[in-house]
């Protein structure tokens, strides 16, 4: 027993649990079931339901309320208790309609009353109480609408970047339940309203199931050995007429790890070119080139298990609640238990309602925030000298560019309250573990790369990352697999493990795996694809999971681009608005239906692994590429994904601690991790930073204004982003119950400019930019400050990425989503 341990007697047995458990866990730990119908150890306890009655030391209590006490005897089998627990259930199940109970139901509370012998005639008639269904996936009493199934597997979820751990339940050949896994590393049993429920478009009607060939302008179903040569008949074709860099492939966050790994060794090994970008160009590519000039990897500085130990959370840009649920929902946890909260974010949503400072900045003024927080804290001295003088570089400069962010002037671009910007300042100075959480409403600026760096700066100047002083900055992917689709190499300018093409020696690592020369000039990005392919120096396109026309800035000018070039090949589910621009698209596998691995926003891999068989002739994109290369006389090798991890663990030395077979027996295992018999790392930088000289680097990078603006033709600033139902494009989360959870592409405008503009709740009213139109419903919401608009990019059909323009990141090409200058006008 420990000096953290007490000893408890149940049942004559002695048994040892942490000082301050409760009664319940030591029952537990004695190896007694005993109901708990209202006890979840993800949850608070309530003590509401009386089904854990014990008898300790005499008195009757309820055993998930009632903290152990050393020495305390605890009775569970007498007659008397048994009969306690048996009516507390009976008076429970006397309220429902006996449907409830019925044998085959799953719930908790239908197996406790088998178990106890209460029959379904125990609950009350079904007259007098209706059943509710209106709920697309929770139906009364309080039921998941999906039946139960005897097979389960275990994967990753395929939606956010949090990686939630998935229990699929499936029954002759369809998926009939996801629940969350009650051990998974990062959720801990918790899951989203989309990884738990939104696997409706699996069984779509309009799943593509065949492959189609575009003839006389009309795309028909053909067999795969027809498509597949078309493609690289077209492939060939453009090799010829351009070389190689007439060639470009667009992969996908949607894609598992090993699918991008092949897919950017087909275009530098099969094609020969670095033209291979995926769509973290279009979120996170400024944290790649932020975090890693600022610390020297591109990824997160710690697990977000240390992360949720702060004492003060820095959230910038983001917004958990609804992007992010599981996260948010930790982040609450962790403030409701006394941690300081500071949210930077242009609306007052999720986090910003429990936050002690809501810093509120115009969007686009992110790095003079920063700067004027970091004013703040080495004027009044809360930095670390030590860390500082013996771990980080460029002080003296970025200490002569804050003389000129004091926080009137701060306040003056930003507008924020000077009083709030040192009152935010302060708590994060003073905290004795803070962390920084950041989204794309940081990096998704024509100056995100400054503003990740600038921000990182905050944590440099606290020592707040390798130590144990607090816990770094860490980045909120948006997608499943953002961090690893760059992981695996699929950039223009770096192989996987982030070596650059430049580099001799990261060259010759791929070169000596790989077997044929790797091209040394960086490749095209995804907006330089589309601008080549205007100008008819592009002439053949792979896209990949990615409906660019929807998702991409400027969406008018991007489909120009596809229709612009001779080959567009296109991986899909469905017939995306991009999959109607091209000459081939291929029906390939979701990610219920393959096989992998994912990485997480703070850098974990996790397994993938399929539940169900993707529909008709649909293919993994493994397959695909394989299979592609083939047709073009190259052996991509790589039989099995875990083939491909495997390689990929030879070209990238940060990844040659990975496996299939090891992630199968632990779960989950960050990178770097380059030695199969020991851990991965989870806080990164705890001897030396990965810069070259071993330094984090302070950044001096001044406050520059966003590229769109607003004026008197273009009055509000329109900022777009995620709502809590639906993801990305929305095709999957359209086609299934999450519609009829959110049914309405909303703009959302402040009360005030509603009036000014005469737009009335509900109505349909036209946006305009300089850019384009788009058509969307009014919506009044005091979540937005006044000038400012908001919507999201779920509704392709309402023509929002119309609206935003090819302003982009001066370092990474990201597209400025965040500021769009637009007006708009009633019908």
């Not at 004013?375 to 771990?391: M, P, Q, S, T």
């Not at 851990?679 to 001096?700: C, I, N, Q, V």
Request: glycine letters at 10%.
């Amino acid at each position: 027993m420990t000096e953290l341990e007490i000893e408890v007697e149940v049942e004559g047995t002695g048994v040892h649990v942490p000082e301050g458990a409760a009664l319940l866990t030591a029952v537990h730990s004695a190896g007694i079931a005993l109901p708990a119908l209202c006890s979840d150890d993800r949850l608070s306890p309530a003590g509401s339901c009386r089904t854990c009655l014990v008898r300790a030391d005499g008195q009757i209590a309820a055993a998930c309320v009632t903290p152990a006490a050393s020495g305390v005897r605890v009775e569970t089998t007498t007659d008397d208790l048994r009969q306690l627990r048996r009516e507390a259930v009976e008076l429970i199940a006397s309220s429902l309609p006996p449907r409830a109970l019925a044998d085959g139901n799953p719930s908790e509370l239908a197996h406790v009353c088998r178990s106890m012998g209460i029959s379904p005639e125990t609950a009350q008639s079904s007259a007098g109480r209706g059943r509710d269904d209106s709920h697309p996936y929770v139906h009364l009493a309080l039921t998941s609408a999906s039946r139960a199934a005897a097979v389960r597997t275990r994967t990753t979820c395929g939606y956010c970047g949090v990686g939630c751990s998935l229990e699929v339940a499936a029954q002759d050949g369809e998926v009939t339940a996801v629940l969350p896994a009650r051990d998974g590393p990062v959720n801990q049993g918790h899951a989203c309203v989309k990884g738990r429920f939104a696997h409706g478009y699996l069984t779509s009607s309009e799943r593509l199931t065949r492959p189609l060939l575009r003839r006389d302008g009309r795309l028909e179903p053909v067999g795969w050995d027809e498509a597949l040569g078309h493609v690289a008949r077209g492939l060939r074709k453009a090799v010829e007429a351009g070389g190689a860099d007439a060639v470009a492939a667009i992969s996908s966050a949607r894609a598992t790890n090993e699918e991008n790994y092949l897919v950017q060794k087909f275009m530098r090994v099969v094609i020969g070119t670095n033209n291979v970008d995926n769509c973290s160009r279009l979120c996170h590519s400024p944290s790649a080139a932020g975090l890693t000039a600022s610390f020297g990897l591109s990824g997160g500085t710690d697990s977000f298990d240390d992360v949720e130990r702060a004492d003060c959370l820095l959230v910038v840009g983001a917004n958990p609640v609804e992007a992010h649920p599981v996260v948010g929902a930790r982040l609450l946890r962790r403030v409701l238990h006394g941690a300081k909260l500071v949210v930077a974010d242009p609306r007052a949503i999720g986090l910003a309602l429990h936050a002690d400072v809501h810093l509120r900045p115009c969007p686009g003024t992110n790095v003079a925030l920063f700067h004027g927080l970091a004013h703040v804290l080495l004027g009044e001295g809360l930095i670390d000298e030590d860390f500082l003088r013996r771990r980080a570089t460029g002080l003296p400069e970025l200490a002569e560019l804050l003389d000129d962010y004091p926080p009137q002037r701060v306040a003056d671009i930003t507008g924020i309250p000077a009083a709030d910007l040192i009152a935010a300042a302060r708590l994060y100075g003073r905290a004795q573990r803070p962390a920084i959480v950041y989204g794309l409403g940081v990096t998704e600026h024509l100056h995100g790369t400054d503003g990740v760096r600038s921000l990182a700066n905050l944590a440099i100047l606290r020592g707040a990352m390798g130590t144990g002083r607090g816990h770094g900055v860490n980045p909120l992917r948006g997608r499943n697999n953002v961090q690893g689709a760059s992981d695996m190499g699929a950039l223009p300018d770096l192989v996987p493990g982030y070596g650059k093409v430049t580099d001799p020696a990261a060259r010759s690592r791929a070169e000596a795996v790989w077997g044929v020369p790797v091209p040394h000039r960086p490749g095209l990005r995804i907006p330089d694809m589309f601008t080549a392919a205007r100008a008819g120096d592009l002439r053949a396109l792979w896209v990949i999971g990615e409906d660019v026309c929807a998702t991409d800035p400027d969406a008018n000018r991007v489909a120009q681009a596809l229709d612009a070039c001779p080959l567009v090949a296109c991986n899909e589910l469905f017939l995306s608005e991009t999959a109607g621009h091209a000459d081939v698209v291929l029906p390939v596998a979701s990610w219920l239906e393959k096989d992998g691995t994912f990485v997480n926003f703070d850098r974990r891999f996790q397994r993938v692994r399929p539940a169900v068989h993707p529909p008709g002739e649909a293919r993994s994109d493994c397959d695909v590429v394989r299979s592609l290369a083939a047709v073009m006389g190259v052996d991509l090798g790589c039989a099995t994904p875990a083939d491909a991890l495997a390689e990929c663990g030879r070209v990238a030395p940060v990844f040659a601690g990975l496996s299939h077979a090891r992630l199968d027996r632990e779960d989950a295992v960050p990178w770097p991790c380059p030695d199969p018999d020991r851990p991965g790392e989870a806080k990164l930088y705890t001897k030396h930073f990965a810069t070259p000289d071993g330094r984090a680097h302070l950044a001096a990078a001044p406050y520059l204004p966003p590229g769109d603006q607003p004026d008197d033709d273009y009055p509000l600033v329109l900022v777009t982003g995620r709502r809590w139902a639906h993801y990305n494009s929305g095709s999957m989360t359209r086609r299934g119950g999450n519609l009829a959870l959110d049914p309405v592409d909303f703009l959302d405008l402040n009360p005030d400019d509603a009036v000014r503009y005469d737009v009335r709740d509900s109505t349909q009213i036209s946006v305009e930019s300089r850019h384009g139109r788009a058509r969307l419903t009014a919506r009044g919401s005091e979540q937005t400050a006044p000038g400012q608009a908001f919507c999201s990019f779920h509704f392709p059909a309402s023509g929002v990425n119309r609206l935003t323009s090819d302003h982009a990141d001066t370092v990474t090409s990201c597209p400025e989503y965040k500021v769009t200058a637009v007006r708009v006008t009633a019908p």
